[in-house]
C-alpha cells in the first residue's frame, strides 16, 4: 500500500520531460566523443598506418563533408518517422563506423589508397549519421517541453557537447597509452550503442503516448501548443518553402557568423596555445578543455535567462538579449586575449570568451523551433548547415590569415564576425515580423 501510495504520487507530480532533456544532452556528450576521438589519435594512428597529415587532414575534412551534406535530410527524417526510431538508428550508426575505424585498417596495406578510402567513407558516414544529432534532438525538445522549457532543454544538449570537449582529449589519450588507438575506438563505440539501446527503451516520440507522464505534466507540456504549432509541409513544399522564408533565412545568417566563431576555438585553439603561448603539447591539451569547462557551466545559465525573458517578452526578445550579449562580450573578450601579453591572462580571458559563446548557444534552437513549427528538423537542419559553411570558411581562412599576417589579425577575425552576429541579431529585434511571437 504504501509502494502504491508513492507511485501514485510520483506518477500525479511526474517531470519525465526532464529525463528526455538530459538523455538528449547525453546523445550530444556520446555525438561529440565519437566525432573528437578520431582527432586525440593521429599521434598513434599516423605512423601505425603510414599516413601524413596532409592525408589524415582529408579523412577529418571527410567527416564534415557528410555533417554538412546531411543537415536537412536528417531532420526531415526526423519530422517524418520521429526523434525515438532517427536518434536509435543514427547512434547505431555511430557505433558501427567507430568501431570498424579501428578494425578495417587491418585489411589494407600501410599508407595504401584504400586505407585512406576506406577511413573517409567511415567519417563520411559518422557525419551523415551525426547530422541528426542537434537537429532530431531539438524536435524531441520541442515535443517534451513547454515553451517556456525550450532554451533550457536545448541547453541539455550544449552542456553535453562542451562537457564531451572538454573530455575526450584526455579520456582517449589514456584509452590509447593503455590499450593501443584501435582499442580507443572499440571502446568509445560501446558509449553510441548503450545509447542507442536506452533512448529506445525509455523515449517515446510524444508525451501523450508514455504512460509515465502525469496528467498534470501532460497539461503542462501540451497548454500551449495549439498557440505555437505550425501545420507541417507537404514533402514536396517543405524544404522550398523554408528556404524561401526570411526569418529562417536571416536565423541561419547568424548561425554562419556562429560556426565561424566556434570552429576558430575547435581547430586552433590547442595549436595557438603551443605556438603562441609556449605551452607543451600536455600542458596544452590541459590549457585548452578549460575554456570548454567554463562553457559548460555556462550553457545553462544562458537558456534559464533566455527562458525568464521569453517568459516576459517572447520568444524572439528573449534569444535576442542573449545572443547579442554573449557574443558581445565573446568578441570583446577574444580579441583581448589575442592582445594580453600574460600566459595565464589570455587563458582566462579565452576561457571566458567560450563561456559567453555557449551562453548564447542555447537561444539558437527554440528560435529555429519556434519559426517553422511542425517543420523544426528541417528548419534546425538548414540553420546548421549554415553553421557549418561558416565553420569550413573558418577552418580555411584562420590558417591563411594566420601565415600572412599571423595570429591576432587571425582571432581579430573570429571577433570581428562575433560582432556580425550581434548586428544581424540587432536587425532581427527591429525586424517586425520576425519579432512578432505566434
Not at 555557449?358 to 537542419?381: C, K, Q
Request: glycine share 10%.
Amino acid at each position: 500500500m504504501i509502494w502504491a501510495n508513492m507511485h501514485s504520487t510520483s506518477r500525479r507530480n511526474s517531470s519525465f520531460r526532464w529525463l528526455i532533456a538530459a538523455m538528449v544532452g547525453a546523445f550530444a556528450f556520446v555525438s561529440y566523443v565519437q566525432r573528437m576521438n578520431v582527432s586525440v589519435a593521429p599521434e598513434l594512428m599516423m605512423p601505425d598506418l603510414g599516413l601524413t597529415k596532409s592525408q589524415m587532414g582529408q579523412i577529418f575534412s571527410s567527416f564534415l563533408v557528410g555533417y554538412a551534406l546531411f543537415q536537412v535530410p536528417a531532420g526531415r527524417l526526423g519530422d517524418a518517422i520521429g526523434a525515438r526510431i532517427t536518434l536509435s538508428l543514427a547512434a547505431l550508426v555511430w557505433g558501427c563506423t567507430t568501431l570498424l575505424t579501428g578494425v578495417v585498417p587491418k585489411m589494407f596495406g600501410v599508407g595504401t589508397a584504400a586505407l585512406l578510402i576506406s577511413l573517409g567513407v567511415l567519417r563520411f558516414l559518422l557525419g551523415a549519421s551525426e547530422a541528426a544529432t542537434f537537429r532530431v534532438g531539438s524536435r524531441a525538445i520541442r515535443q517534451w517541453s513547454p515553451p517556456r522549457e525550450w532554451a533550457i532543454g536545448n541547453a541539455f544538449m550544449m552542456v553535453g557537447s562542451s562537457s564531451a570537449a572538454a573530455a575526450t582529449v584526455p579520456l582517449v589519450s589514456w584509452l590509447m597509452l593503455r590499450f593501443g588507438w584501435r582499442a580507443a575506438f572499440s571502446i568509445t563505440s560501446g558509449l553510441a550503442f548503450a545509447i542507442a539501446v536506452l533512448w529506445y527503451l525509455a523515449a517515446i516520440d510524444t508525451p501523450e503516448e508514455h504512460k509515465r507522464v502525469s496528467a498534470r505534466e501532460l497539461e503542462l507540456i501540451t497548454r500551449y501548443r495549439a498557440t505555437t504549432t505550425q501545420a507541417p509541409l507537404t514533402d514536396s513544399s517543405s524544404l522550398r518553402s523554408l528556404l524561401k522564408d526570411r526569418n529562417i533565412l536571416i536565423l541561419s545568417l547568424s548561425y554562419i557568423c556562429e560556426g565561424y566563431v566556434l570552429f576558430v576555438f575547435v581547430f586552433w585553439l590547442d595549436i595557438y596555445l603551443v605556438e603562441v603561448r609556449g605551452f607543451s603539447i600536455l600542458s596544452g591539451g590541459l590549457a585548452g578543455g578549460l575554456p570548454w569547462l567554463t562553457a559548460l557551466a555556462c550553457t545553462p545559465f544562458g537558456g534559464l535567462v533566455c527562458d525568464r525573458i521569453t517568459a516576459l517578452r517572447g520568444r524572439i526578445a528573449g534569444a535576442r538579449a542573449v545572443i547579442m550579449l554573449g557574443y558581445g562580450l565573446s568578441a570583446v573578450l577574444l580579441f583581448a586575449a589575442a592582445k594580453l601579453d600574460s600566459r595565464a591572462g589570455a587563458v582566462a580571458t579565452l576561457c571566458l570568451s567560450v563561456g559567453a559563446l555557449y551562453f548564447a548557444e542555447p537561444a539558437f534552437w527554440p528560435t529555429a523551433v519556434h519559426l517553422s513549427g511542425e517543420n523544426a528538423g528541417a528548419a534546425s537542419g538548414i540553420m546548421s548547415t549554415a553553421g557549418i559553411l561558416g565553420g569550413i570558411v573558418s577552418t580555411s581562412l584562420t590558417p591563411m590569415i594566420v601565415q600572412r599576417f599571423g595570429w591576432l589579425p587571425a582571432l581579430g577575425s573570429g571577433a570581428a564576425v562575433a560582432v556580425a552576429c550581434t548586428c544581424v541579431w540587432f536587425v532581427i529585434g527591429r525586424n517586425q515580423q520576425l519579432s512578432t511571437d505566434t
